[in-house]
């Protein structure tokens, strides 16, 4: 997120250098990844991304005159005053500029000003120097956008405000630093220049400055005279306000929005979309605009009745984008008697969008459910900033307070008036929680002795309310935006965040380390992953939280199929998730698998990766595993899986080979075939099986003699789609990790290399279609006996001169043995004794031909 400092100040008062602030934030949780700076040297030299504007030569100026130039047409010579002396005399192409004009106020930039050339690509700098154009001389500029690096537009110069102030240095006037912050999930707090504002308040002992309106209608009736709302689910929107701004008139946002979204990575188009865009990057709340007379229209003329409810499925409405969109059962719509008027959270119809023509703005904050809207975004290919904020949590408390901003920007900017009525429907407010704390408990677990005034000073700075219960006790309430506190725990977060890191002291220990012994699981965990990635698999680690729709993706049919790859359970959910889509722990590592497996293909042609880690499921009656202690019977389990995902090319082309070939199935089996040599894995079998999330007639199930260890295969068609894959074969495959060891042999005899030839010998074998190459290839192996050191399958073959249900498996022979040279008949005595269980058991032909 883009943090202009000069915004954040209209929040707070900044009483440290911008780089200093940066540090301090970062320290606190909140990291601030870059410091661009717009006109304003660099605090570190060599750091500076744009140029700096030079105090004494780069002005705010006012144009006096503009002449028209005696020897060229398109050029004018014009007077600009900067408050200092005489106005200065130059020559101007720009088209923005005529022969007549005077009064507009404009950057003048004197003789020897470092500017980027506005005549060349990219960002070359030039020093402006006294010339003669077309005989006139000229020593000054007035300046573009691209020539103060404010922008790539050079097609006129920039045209200040009126109330731009002449001879100001134009550093004073519209130099700004933007910070790039890092959002992680445990700060959406900070989602918004007023977030960021009230860490900086905390930080610095700082007052935050809020509108004066903040806090006015709190809570409205649930209809008012304008519209009526009704939430069919309250699971899906929280809470649906509404204002109503009568008579606006659509026009460009003044000067100082527009660089303020500009800065933070917004492009402004109207009045009335930059102010909800603005009050969404100030304030952290989506909000939507709705033409009201298109909604009455729709009405007949009565009053509205807006109602938030699931898709029907098949429904239809076209987004503002001109795309006509059609609906599933899990989508969230805003919707009138007439169908839906907007998407919860994502985006409005075009029936009802503000055009020129609107005259009366019905302003819509609501609070959506982020897991429709993040299922919704992803099925609908539709990514917004809106949808992330939702996704990390807004307070429905705060769902008025910046709707009131927005139409109070409406009334002054777009010349509206606003209706005094609020409509609201506020299902279940918020409650209110409290939490106490003591200085034993800080003691305790933050290692650190911090006075009960020091506690209470860092809470109320951070907005909490506190209560002192005896002079070691706190009670404590955390703001209403503050949904993420909801226990002790969270408020000592706080305390050590404010208080800083780095005054924790460090403590070693005093007493002898007790002695190590290995763990073998580790160990052998280590050599799986090795082997691995010498196959060429790349490990990943991904979160362990999900939500069950995730998860659910897997299946392509919308029924109750089993999770992959175990019959389904109920989630074991998390009681303070980081967000609503990580509320539940993983069940499967093959859905986050396929989140990275799309966002690398955007940048490689080739992925081929491997993960790792625990899956967590609640336990049945009696359930247990490995370790369990009397206590863990209410834990889940927690077993150990291994996931693999591969897609793409098989190996890159080179000059020796163009050809371009993808990997299959068979580059799957043959990783879990080298994972299972690798390991001294004996009996490993391939099954040919069904399931719901793997293509049909390209799965198998993992076998260690009669046990069942996992499944491999392609992903099935649909559910690709599903992740944006391309539609290219997709492997995976996930294993019980811990079965998988179990069976690894971690002593073995070491057999002696026979010195004497071996005899090769290739047999083709006619059978049933339905017979499977692994048991043909099993039955070889049991009867060669010690003789025969390999068998593998290189030929099948299907057609003509083959009957009809027939194919044609043909196999290389190796025979070897330890203490004689073998004769020919030794050889054909051990192959014709395969041969001859072959058609006993399976009904094979010798092929001659």
Not at 233 to 255: E, G, H, W
Not at 312 to 326: C, I, K, N, V, Y
Not at 533 to 555: C, N, W
Not at 593 to 608: E, F, G
Request: negative net charge; contains cysteine.
């Amino acid at each position: 997120m883009q943090v202009p400092v000069s915004w954040l100040q209209d929040f707070v008062d900044l009483t440290l250098p911008v780089d200093a602030l940066a540090e301090k934030l970062t320290f606190a949780g909140l990291e601030v990844e870059d410091i661009e700076y717009i006109g304003l040297p660099s605090a570190k030299a060599g750091s500076n991304k744009t140029l700096a504007w030079d105090r004494e030569k780069i002005f705010v100026a006012q144009l006096v005159e503009a002449l028209p130039h005696p020897n060229a047409d398109r050029l004018k010579i014009v007077r600009v005053a900067y408050g200092q002396g005489a106005p200065v005399e130059m020559v101007t192409g720009a088209p923005n500029i005529r022969v007549g004009d005077a009064g507009q106020k404009v950057v003048l930039a004197l003789e020897g000003s470092r500017l980027y050339d506005g005549h060349q690509d990219g960002r070359a700098i030039m020093t402006l120097k006294k010339s003669k154009i077309r005989g006139v001389e000229s020593a000054a500029m007035v300046c573009s956008e691209k020539e103060l690096g404010l922008s790539d537009e050079h097609e006129g110069i920039l045209i200040l405000p009126d109330d731009a102030p002449v001879g100001t240095p134009l550093a004073d006037y519209l130099g700004d630093a933007i910070l790039t912050v890092k959002i992680n999930p445990n700060f959406a707090r900070a989602q918004s220049v007023l977030g960021v504002a009230r860490e900086v308040a905390a930080l610095t002992g700082q007052t935050v400055r809020l509108p004066q309106t903040w806090n006015t209608h709190a809570v409205g009736a649930p209809q008012t005279a304008f519209v009526e709302i009704e939430i069919a689910d309250a699971q899906l929107c929280q809470r649906f306000s509404a204002l109503l701004i009568r008579n606006v008139t659509l026009k460009p946002s003044p000067f100082w929005m527009q660089q303020r979204l500009l800065r933070a990575g917004m492009r402004p188009i109207n009045n009335i979309v930059d102010i909800t865009n603005y009050v969404m990057l100030g304030y952290g709340k989506p909000l939507h605009a709705f033409d009201y007379d298109a909604l009455l229209a729709r009405a007949n003329g009565a009053m509205p009745k807006i109602c938030v409810r699931p898709a029907r499925a098949g429904e239809q409405m076209q987004t503002l984008d001109g795309q006509q969109r059609t609906f599933r059962a899990h989508d969230i719509l805003v919707a009138d008697a007439r169908g839906p008027v907007g998407i919860g959270g994502i985006m409005g119809g075009s029936e009802t969008e503000v055009s020129d023509a609107t005259k009366n703005v019905l302003l819509e904050s609501a609070i959506f459910d982020f897991i429709s809207i993040r299922r919704t975004t992803a099925e609908q290919k539709l990514p917004s900033e809106a949808a992330t904020r939702f996704g990390r949590g807004i307070p429905a408390s705060q769902n008025v307070a910046p709707a009131r901003v927005a139409a109070e920007l409406m009334r002054d900017l777009a010349d509206g008036a606003i209706d005094p009525a609020l409509a609201d429907n506020y299902p279940a407010p918020q409650p209110s929680i409290t939490v106490e704390i003591t200085t034993r408990e800080v003691a305790r677990l933050l290692g650190i002795t911090m006075p009960l005034a020091e506690m209470e000073r860092i809470l109320r700075a951070l907005d909490f309310t506190v209560t002192p219960l005896s002079a070691e006790a706190l009670r404590v309430a955390p703001p209403a935006y503050r949904t993420d506190v909801d226990g002790a725990d969270d408020v000592l977060e706080e305390l050590v965040r404010i208080y800083g890191f780095e005054k924790i002291p460090s403590t070693l220990i005093a007493d002898a380390l007790p002695p190590l012994e290995g763990n073998v699981a580790l160990e052998q965990e280590e050599q799986a992953r090795d082997i691995l990635v010498d196959a060429g698999l790349q490990e990943i680690v991904t979160y362990a939280f999900t939500h069950p729709a995730h998860e659910s993706q897997l299946v392509p049919l919308e029924t109750a199929a089993p999770a992959f790859p175990l019959p389904a359970r109920a989630y074991v959910a998390l009681e303070n998730p980081i967000s609503a889509e990580r509320s539940v722990l993983r069940q499967t590592l093959l859905p986050n698998m396929l989140d990275i497996a799309a966002s690398n293909l955007r940048h490689a042609k080739r992925v081929a990766l491997f993960e790792i880690g625990s899956v967590f499921l609640t336990r049945g009656a009696g359930e247990t595993q490995p370790g369990d202690l009397p206590e863990d019977a209410s834990l889940p389990l927690e077993p150990r899986r291994l996931g693999i995902v591969l897609t793409g090319l098989r190996h890159e082309s080179t000059w020796q080979s163009a050809a371009v070939e993808l990997m299959d199935f068979y580059d799957l089996k043959g990783i879990v075939q080298e994972l299972g040599a690798g390991l001294h894995v004996r009996d490993l079998d391939f099954v040919a099986t069904a399931h719901p999330a793997l293509h049909p007639g390209r799965a198998a199930e993992l076998r260690i003699g009669a046990a069942a260890v996992g499944v491999l295969g392609e992903l099935h068609p649909l559910t690709r789609e599903k992740w944006a894959l391309p539609a290219q074969a997709v492997l995976v495959a996930e294993f019980d990790l811990e079965k998988i060891l179990a069976h690894a042999e971690t002593r073995f005899i070491v057999r002696t290399i026979s010195r004497y030839p071996a005899i090769v010998q290739d047999i083709a074998l006619l059978v049933d279609e339905n017979v499977q190459a692994a048991r043909v290839e099993g039955l070889i192996r049991q009867t060669g006996g010690a003789l025969l050191t390999d068998a593998h399958l290189f030929d099948v073959y299907r057609g003509e001169p083959l009957p009809p249900g027939k194919k044609s498996l043909a196999y290389t022979l190796t025979f070897q043995a330890l203490d004689q040279v073998l004769s020919d008949a030794d050889a054909a005595k051990a192959r014709a004794k395969i041969v001859a269980r072959l058609a006993r058991e399976i009904d094979a032909e010798l092929r001659s031909g």
